[in-house]
């Protein structure tokens, strides 16, 4: 018997750790409520983790097997559970965070010491670290370098699901899953969508039906509803990445014009982004508190606590970002446009470190990805891999103008706005103190200047730079 160790793989189709495992045995999976992981969660995400967990629990019981679910230390549970169980070998898929490492590096000597051989499978990639180079390093760290490699390196089917002739019999009580609260945790504040496998496979055919057609157009708009909304399923691996390529595949191949299969492309192009974040996450851990990207001197961050605040709140004054980050603690999501909007405006308006917007969206995300989430803020603060130009700052008015011209998705989780005409949303920073009371007496005044805020930014991350 083989136990199969799930992580952020909570799903039994396309998972080549399980597959790889029902290869050679009977599978017994394995659940690890780790504290040392469970201490960098926060309420939302761990909801969605018993939500993915109970339904792979299902999945596998409907079979006649289980998921049998540990807490403790993984590195003293696994060597426990496979000598118990006399179990021949230990699978894992791979994660690339530096945590992760240091876990699965215990892990394994912790096997070792008593005898169980172990396998670690590279799963939630198409192409693991290191595959996809420049030829005198180790990664590339420039996107579009590596879009070309990505684009045309071949995409390897999705895993087979086990049956239940592959599942080991489950023995001792099936009990129930802890709750939220069991684990230490409060009720989240969001309400996310829904974190199981029949979800992602809804989604996934949803999108690919129409809306992966109209992505290039519709991405960057948020009230449109363009984008695929799998990210938490990838963080959860209730979706595997073979699974959606081919539903790509499917849907290249059902296209009715080049400009279809142009905005295929442009969804798989946000495929390759996600696993480039992670080979420059593999490569440099450190990266997670410290900037990957260093000038000759550090960046001044005023770090004015009642600015942070005012962010964190959606109080700032500026619509866009303020619908961001209030859209944030409902959804425990936010639609990329808007994070990167809401991370330019902490990081150069406020000149607020990023470490902090980071924090603040790890508790917060039920889609929290460490690789693409310290990419994101590290892009946004101009210290990071192929990051935005520091001289190169969004206007939180203009974005919106542009993006929701008729402040629908600002309306919407800015209810103080709901009856102020659009024109004058987009204008909001112009108008005068008076004329912003009679419109919305309830909403703040704008809390910087970002013309001024602009210029100071820039000024700063130039002396950080070494210039002026």
Known sequence: MILHWHRSDLRAVDNRGL???????RVLPLYVLDPTVLEHASPVRVACLLEALGALRSWYRDR????????????????????????????????VGGLAQRRDSAVRTALEDVGVDHESVVDGLHHEPGSISPNEGEHYSV??????KWRD????????????????????ERGSLPSVADLGFED????????????????LEAFCSGPIYRYADDRDVPAAAGTSRLSVHFKWGTIGPREVYAATERAREDAESE?????????????????????????????????????????????????????TTGETGYPIVDAGMRQL????????????????????????????????YRRHLAD????????????????????????????PMKQGREYDPDAEYIREHVPELADVPAERIHEWDELVPADRAELAPAYPEPIVDHSSRRSAAIEAFERASGGK
């Not at 996107?143 to 070309?148: D, E």
């Not at 390897?156 to 080991?168: I, K, N």
């Not at 929290?368 to 206007?395: C, I, K, M």
């Open 259 to 311: 400009a279809e299969r142009e905005s295929v492309t442009a969804f798989r192009r946000q495929l390759a982004f996600r696993e480039f974040y992670a080979h420059v996450l593999a490569f440099n851990p450190e990266s997670v508190t410290e900037n990957l990207k260093t000038g000759e001197n550090a960046i001044e961050w005023r770090n004015d606590p009642d600015e942070l605040a005012a962010w």
């Open 64 to 95: 006649g097997g289980d998921v049998l679910v540990v807490r403790g230390d993984a590195s003293e549970v696994l060597p426990a559970v496979a000598t118990d169980r006399d179990a021949a070998r230990v699978v894992w898929n791979e994660d």
């Open 143 to 148: 996107f579009s370098y590596f879009w070309k």
């Open 153 to 172: 390196r071949e995409k390897a089917d999705p895993a087979a699901a086990p049956t239940g002739e592959d599942l080991a019999g489950f023995e001792g």
């Open 19 to 25: 597959a790889r495992a029902a290869r050679d045995d």
């Open 368 to 395: 929290h990805e460490t690789a693409s989430d310290v990419a994101g803020w590290q892009w946004a603060a101009s210290t990071g891999a192929d990051a935005q130009p520091y001289f190169r700052v969004f206007n």
């Open 188 to 203: 989240p504040e969001a309400d996310p969508q829904p974190v199981t496998r029949t979800a992602a496979r809804e989604r």
């Open 329 to 360: 603690r409902t959804d425990g999501w936010v639609h990329n446009r808007v994070r990167m909007l809401a991370a330019s405006f902490l990081t150069k308006d406020l000149l607020i470190d990023w470490r902090k917007g980071y924090d603040w």
